[in-house]
């Protein structure tokens, strides 16, 4: 024990021989001294500084019946450390939270001794060694929760005395042995979460028995023995998890008990026999996984009752049949994954029909009927995945219509006849189009280069003839390709993604020359020969218009030079030869508010962004200045970095856009009021806010823990007027360049407005202004997606506002050491369920334990961030519907 824990518990120690020396009247001294204590020992923030009253410190809750004594103490997310032993002391506690902390060591035994206890929660901490025996003492116990911890052994015996227990939570440990059968007789028990441990042998075959069990998560472990017929013996059963273990014998049919049974996840494990009929008594049913088993059997058509039915996996069993024509009933529907089986006979155009279906995997069975012409019924329809089967005749030109697809997968059929062009129809095709291994002929269709998007294509083992189109380079997220093994002819077109792949991408295509392949074209450069002098005098013009355009600049750019040289000697005989030689002169520039013309100086403006200290921060694409007027009027001064020079020379473009851009009025966006031009540098003025960006907000304030003031009614309001102003900017056909927190400036009253809108309309290569030669985006807030397409779409714009909610809901930066190894804030989040974590422990619990209504419409907001947030371009909502769900919030 340290010096200063021994002498905090004899200072404890003499307050408490005080009560007995001075009687009663001492009493009301009793808990503060501890509270008092422990304050010194753990360094808990914000204790004792504004008040001697402790009842009103953070996360002390005093009993109403006695003001004296401490019945509450929530500690959670402080990353608290230092010996817990005092807390013991507390006799009257009946709530302990100190999750989320980074306590080590042992449990203190000591705890045992609160006899009050309802509720102890020590989660996401680095407790270790053995669950102590001595908490099998509190009697009163309602919940345990001691995850995600390091604790090893086995559960202790002695818990069997927690007979009031409902919730108990011991996942991500290292626990070992056996489910003791005693958890079974619990009779209050609701909760009972144990994976990921290393927990063998039988589950107890009493589980659910004897209590009204609502959740049993066993995933992960080493489980053994059957499915206990007992889980759904009240009927009461919620969810059931029971996923990567090793349980054999069959799916009990008493499973149809629990008819209010939402989650069965019993895949990975050694299953056999079939689906009992009793699963379509399940009405409440929307997620049934079984995939990874050896279960066999035709499909039960039962599963058609199970309206709510949102995802059906049976992958990789031994079923067997065909698919159930009463699945087209399942309206809420989303992903049918039957792969891996000997399922045969027709597609099924039932499950066609299912309008919210999102995903059809049919891969790796025995289907051998044609693909219907109906094949898009659904509009949802974004993974058709038939690869791997006995499919014959050809594809529709129906296919055409499934344009929401991300990927297609139909290889290794027996399809025929020609790829029809409408494949070229479906432009969100993102992850790859898999036509290998049939019987296809004819040429391949040009519109496949209309597939901008496509990261992978593969024709290959087919019958395919003619040139390999120019027009395929068009498909500029190409990544992979296969053309090998069919009858190509001519040179490979001159492409990057073609040159870039193995030979063998184009090897067995007699007629086919050219790089990669180490074959020349031979003979076929004389046929081409013509075409290749035409090119040769193109280049040659090329190069000469590019020659006089070099020079054409460098002379310009030297009058302009020599004009301000002019300039600084007239200025040096007019006696001001000191300022102008400190400082640029301002050869064009404007302000386009008529009222404001006479309060903005130019000359103050370039004496602003001359001086570092006027600095307030540095964006992707510019430096912003702070510039007072001589007016008094204060300016955000945004200094364009030397990247963006290319706009110089489009002078007049860039002045009509920045002329559109002041008059487009919205309340969150903030519009520029003028500009000027030194030089090669551009400056972009606009109005000054004081309470700077949302980052300064978020991450600065919550830092200084004496004066931040948890407000989530504001950071919502942030968040709606974020998101009204990129909705507003997308219905206008505008992309942002670089949405972050960074970019979101705050007036007086914390109104949000969008900044950088101008960099988006100056820096569009599609306008002609000019060039982009650094990653559009900032570190943390780019999507996914934009690593292959380097496009700045709409839907990325929809995920870089998703990772600025997420930090509005955590607090926490898009990237943090804190996180781990190449994981930034969304897949931190995103991983939460597999570290164990709740929903609750993602969000600033400065501001969800605040009330109840907060935590309420953080965890609402919390749903639209990770839908924001999706891998799947697709799937992410338009800004549009994003501010409905927001107002939705605030409105509720």
């Known amino acids: 024990m340290s010096h200063l824990s021994f002498m905090l518990i004899l200072f404890l120690l003499v307050g408490l021989l005080s009560r007995f020396q001075l009687g009663n009247s ?30 009103s410190w953070h996360g002390i809750i005093c009993s109403s019946n006695n003001s004296s004594m401490v019945e509450r103490l929530d500690l959670k997310g402080f990353k608290l450390q230092g010996n817990l032993t005092l807390i013991s002391e507390l006799k009257a506690l009946k709530f302990l939270d100190l999750s989320n902390n980074n306590f080590q060591g042992s449990i203190p035994v000591a705890f045992g001794n609160l006899f009050e206890l309802q509720y102890l929660d020590l989660s996401f901490n680095k407790f270790g060694n053995l669950i102590p025996s001595e908490l099998g003492k509190l009697r009163s116990l309602k919940a345990l929760n001691l995850s995600k911890n ?17 919730d108990f939570l011991i996942f991500n440990n290292l626990l070992n042995g056996t489910i003791p059968m005693w958890i079974g007789n619990l009779t209050n028990l609701k909760v009972f979460a144990a994976y990921e441990n290393e927990f063998s042998g039988d589950v107890p075959v009493n589980l659910g028995l004897y209590s009204e069990l609502s959740l049993l998560n066993l995933h992960s472990n080493q489980l053994e023995g059957t499915i206990p017929e007992s889980i759904c013996a009240k009927g009461n059963l919620e969810f059931l998890v029971l996923t990567q273990n090793k349980l054999t014998g069959t799916i009990p049919d008493s499973i149809g008990n629990c008819k209010g049974l939402s989650s069965i996840r019993i ?3 050694k299953l056999i026999g079939g689906i009992p009929k009793s699963i379509g008594n399940i009405s409440s049913l929307t997620y049934f996984e079984a995939d990874s088993n050896s279960l066999s059997g035709e499909i039960v058509p039962e599963f058609a009752k199970c309206s709510n039915l949102t995802l059906l996996n049976l992958a990789s069993n031994e079923f067997n049949g065909t698919i159930p024509n009463e699945f087209g009933q399942l309206n809420n529907l989303q992903e049918l994954i039957v792969s891996g089986n000997n399922i045969y006979g027709e597609i099924p155009t039932s499950v066609l029909k299912c309008q919210n279906l999102n995903k059809l995997d049919l891969s790796n069975n025995k289907f051998n009927g044609t693909i219907s012409a109906d094949i898009c019924n659904t509009s949802r ?11 014959r005749g050809e594809i529709p030109h129906e296919i055409g219509n499934c344009v929401k697809l991300l990927e297609l997968q139909m290889g290794n059929n027996e399809l025929t006849g020609n790829i029809p062009p409408e494949v070229g129809h479906m432009k969100n095709l993102q992850i790859s189009l898999n036509l290998s291994h049939n019987n296809l002929h004819g040429k391949l269709p040009q519109d496949l280069g209309k597939l901008d998007k496509l990261v992978s294509l593969d024709v290959s083992d087919n019958q395919l003839v003619g040139n390999i189109p120019p027009s395929l380079k068009g498909m500029q997220s190409l990544i992979e390709v296969d053309f090998s093994s069919n009858q190509f002819t001519g040179p490979i077109p001159t492409f990057a993604p073609f040159q870039k792949s193995p030979n063998s991408s184009f090897l067995g295509n007699k007629g086919l020359c050219g790089d990669p392949l180490s074959d020349g074209c031979g003979d076929l450069n004389g046929y081409y020969s013509h075409k290749v002098s035409y090119r040769i005098v193109l280049a040659v013009i090329g190069s000469g218009l590019a020659v006089f355009v070099s020079v054409t600049v460098v002379v310009l750019l030297f009058m302009m030079r020599e004009k301000q040289e002019k300039a600084a000697k007239e200025a040096e005989k007019a006696g001001n030869i000191d300022e102008i030689s400190s400082k640029p002169v301002i050869l064009v520039g404007n302000v386009f508010v008529d009222n404001l013309k006479q309060a903005i100086d130019f000359d103050a403006v370039i004496k602003a962004v001359m001086k570092d200290s006027n600095k307030i921060c540095i964006g992707t694409f510019s430096t912003v200045y702070k510039a007072e007027m001589p007016s008094g009027m204060i300016l955000s001064v945004k200094k364009l970095k030397s990247m963006d020079k290319t706009i110089i020379h489009h002078q007049s473009k860039m002045i009509r856009e920045l002329e559109k ?46 004066e931040y003031k948890p407000d989530w009614p504001t950071r919502l309001s942030i968040a709606t007027g974020v998101a009204e102003g990129l909705a507003f900017l997308h219905h206008v056909a505008i992309l942002h360049l670089d949405i972050s927190s960074g970019n979101v400036l ?10 950088e809108v101008e960099i988006s309309r100056l820096l569009d290569p599609s306008r002609g202004t000019a060039s982009i030669s650094a990653v559009a985006g900032s570190f943390g807030y780019i999507p996914p997606e934009y690593a292959y397409t380097m496009q700045v779409t709409a839907p990325g714009n929809v995920y870089s506002y998703g990772v600025v909610l997420l930090e509005i809901l955590t607090t926490r930066l898009p990237v943090d050491e804190a996180f781990g190894e190449g994981i930034d804030l969304v897949k931190w989040v995103q991983g939460a369920p597999a570290r164990g974590e709740t929903p609750e422990q993602i969000l600033d619990a400065k501001l969800s334990t605040v009330s109840f209504s907060w935590r309420k419409e953080m965890l609402a907001a919390l749903k639209v961030a990770l839908l924001c947030t999706d891998v799947t371009p697709a799937k992410r909502p338009k800004m549009k519907k994003v501010v409905e769900m927001l107002q939705e919030i605030t409105e509720s």
């Open 26 to 55: 001492q009493l009301v001294f009793d808990d503060q001294n501890v509270v008092e204590a422990i304050g010194k020992e753990l360094a808990v923030p914000g204790w004792g500084m504004n008040t001697t009253d402790f009842c």
């Open 150 to 166: 390091l604790l090893t052994g086995a559960i202790p015996d002695e818990l069997e005395g927690l007979v009031n227990l409902q």
């Open 661 to 706: 851009l002041s008059k487009l009025i919205h309340d969150n966006l903030a519009r520029p009021i003028g500009f000027g031009i030194y030089e090669d540098v551009i400056l972009l003025l606009h109005e000054y806010y004081a309470n700077g960006t949302l980052t300064q907000y978020l991450h600065n304030s919550s830092q200084k823990e004496t």
């Open 267 to 269: 895949g990975n494990n």
């Open 381 to 391: 329809l974004q993974y058709l995945l038939l690869g791997e089967n006995f499919i």
């Open 746 to 755: 705050l007036d007086s009253n914390f109104r949000p407005l969008v900044s």
